[in-house]
């Protein structure tokens, strides 16, 4: 077993993961020149035609602040979802690179300290048939439910979905076992576009969901504002109470909601 190091994906300098550019909660402030700093938003001042001062006034200070604060979650939600589509793309280049290499199991500390664990040791046939006499027939199922957690244990299953399917894919089925004689990889590029393709597919729909749920909160955020200022509109007596005065847009704007993104940089 040996180090790994597995290819950088296609246009991996322009990642979120590798520049850091995202949002972070609580953090609204960003620099326009650093990297995603254009596309935060910003609150609106109100419109000239609101006097300063007056109940409309600040009646659309305090709207524009929840949209503004819906905007940011927004923004927060379509970088989570890119950082994770990110995330995935790497796990299976890490992956392809562990089957070329004809390795199982990552190089790492707990690859290493599961094989040293005592109990993941391979008990020989000798001792396995001693207990098996001292244990009058009945050591033999504990060994056998005890060699098969233990083949359990060792075995690293990968699970994805595809066409809503849950396939089961051994890494140690894929590339064979390395210790063993003549074992050889069975890894090919089909295999990895498979892969690709079943993360494509699984963050497109995540991400057809969370624009169709983008649209519902600002429908309903849009709503709750204009029966606001309806109702601040009657109760300053600016239009007749038993009439539904026509509100503007431009006095209570709707959170735009941005449907074209990519999960992943060209």
């Known amino acids: 077993m040996f180090p790994v190091h597995p290819k950088a994906p296609q246009g991996f300098k322009e990642y979120l993961l590798n520049k850091g550019s995202y ?13 995603n700093g254009r596309n935060v938003p910003v609150m609106t001042p109100p419109p000239a035609v609101l006097k300063p001062g007056t109940g409309l006034y600040n009646l659309h200070i305090e709207q524009e602040k929840a949209r503004h604060k819906l905007r940011l979650r927004h923004l927060i939600e379509r970088e989570k979802l890119q950082l994770s589509t990110e995330q995935e793309v790497l796990r299976v280049h890490g992956r392809a690179a562990l089957a070329v290499a004809n390795q199982s199991l990552p190089f790492s500390v707990c690859t290493i300290l599961k094989d040293e664990e005592i109990y993941n040791t391979i008990e020989s046939e000798t001792d396995a048939n001693s207990n098996d ?3 009058n027939g009945n050591g033999s199922n504990l060994g056998g439910a005890s060699s098969a957690s233990r083949n359990e244990y060792q075995r690293t299953t990968y699970t994805s979905s595809s066409n809503n399917a849950n396939t089961a894919t051994d890494l140690v089925a894929l590339t ?13 590029g089909r295999l990895f ?25 600002s429908e309903s955020l849009h709503a709750i504002q204009k029966l606001e200022w309806e109702w ?35």
């Open 232 to 266: 601040k509109m009657k109760e300053l007596g600016v239009c007749d109470v038993k009439c539904s005065p026509h509100i503007d847009d431009v006095l209570v704007p709707s959170v735009q909601v941005i449907e074209d993104f990519d999960l992943l940089p060209a």
């Open 193 to 217: 576009i498979s892969w690709m393709q079943d993360i494509v597919d699984k963050w497109e729909k995540i991400k057809v969901d969370t624009i169709a749920r983008h649209k519902r909160e």
């Open 176 to 188: 064979g076992n390395p210790g063993g004689p003549g074992a050889r990889s069975r890894y090919n």
């Open 23 to 35: 949002l972070l909660e609580g953090k609204v402030c960003v620099s326009e020149s650093g990297g």
């Open 133 to 135: 006499a001292i244990g």
